[in-house]
């Protein structure tokens, strides 16, 4: 276990320098930008690991993976971020332990989670999931609302008892006008943040980024990054 820790722990310092770096260049204080660790496929033990070197936010995209292995750390001070595609069967389960659902993309799942949160009696927050490889009113490849239909869910989540509206999440397209460019896809998405605070001023969460292209989300303005591969390393290939 020391081992690990040790791997742990000079692979979270290699992403502060370079999240530290990137605020550096950009002209932003370290303080604006919060690091989760995207620990999914990896055990409750690298979540105590990482809990006992400082990190307080984690995230999950599988509620099978994620469900026992937050009930495993429940002692620990952690914020628990739901970051996949979510379907509604899951919602339960899910509400259960997420603080916060970055991938909410739809009117059904809005309702869905609504429901739920009441039932546990929490709040969840929730980031509209943008998909920038889509047109108008279209879905993405990998989840997500077209631009156009922000102002609809942003509307449908505040009025929603259990749930509360915390801002946006992307994910770099890997098609259409922005694919292999990450910036601009991130700048695109702190346009829109700022026409969803217009409505919704306490929306203030961009969660864009992750260990290829963090720099390029806190140079566009992002207040949250979302590392996996660069602090647990690389996840093993199923099959």
């Not at 599988?62 to 979510?86: I, R």
């Not at 999440?169 to 217009?198: H, I, K, Q, W």
Request: charged residues 25%; aromatic residues 2%; proline residues 3%.
């Amino acid at each position: 276990m020391t081992q690990r820790k040790d791997e742990l722990a000079g692979n979270l310092a290699k992403v502060e320098e370079r999240i530290t770096a990137a605020c550096v260049a950009a002209g932003r204080k370290r303080e604006e930008v919060t690091l989760i660790v995207v620990t999914k496929t990896y055990p409750a033990s690298d979540v105590r690991i990482l809990s006992d070197l400082g990190v307080r936010h984690v995230a999950e995209n599988k509620d099978q993976d994620a469900a026992p292995k937050a009930a495993e750390c429940s002692d620990l001070p952690l914020t628990w971020h739901f970051v996949g595609q979510l379907q509604t069967n899951k919602v339960r389960s899910v509400v259960g332990y997420a603080d916060l659902v970055q991938s909410v993309d739809r009117s059904k799942l809005v309702t869905a989670l609504s429901k739920e949160a009441v039932r546990a009696e929490r709040e969840v927050g929730c980031l509209i999931q943008v998909a920038l490889d889509a047109g108008e009113r279209e879905r993405g490849e990998r989840g997500g609302v077209a631009p156009g239909g922000i102002a609809e869910l942003a509307d449908l989540i505040a009025a929603a008892p259990g749930l509360r509206v915390d801002g946006l999440m992307t994910v770099a397209p890997l098609t259409g006008e922005y694919a292999g460019r990450e910036l601009a896809a991130f700048e695109r998405l702190m346009d829109l943040s700022t026409d969803l605070r217009r409505a919704h001023p306490a929306a203030n969460m961009v969660s864009a980024g992750m260990s290829a292209d963090l720099e390029h989300a806190v140079a566009a303005g992002a207040t949250h990054v979302r590392v996996g591969t660069a602090v647990l390393g690389v996840r093993p290939r199923l099959g």
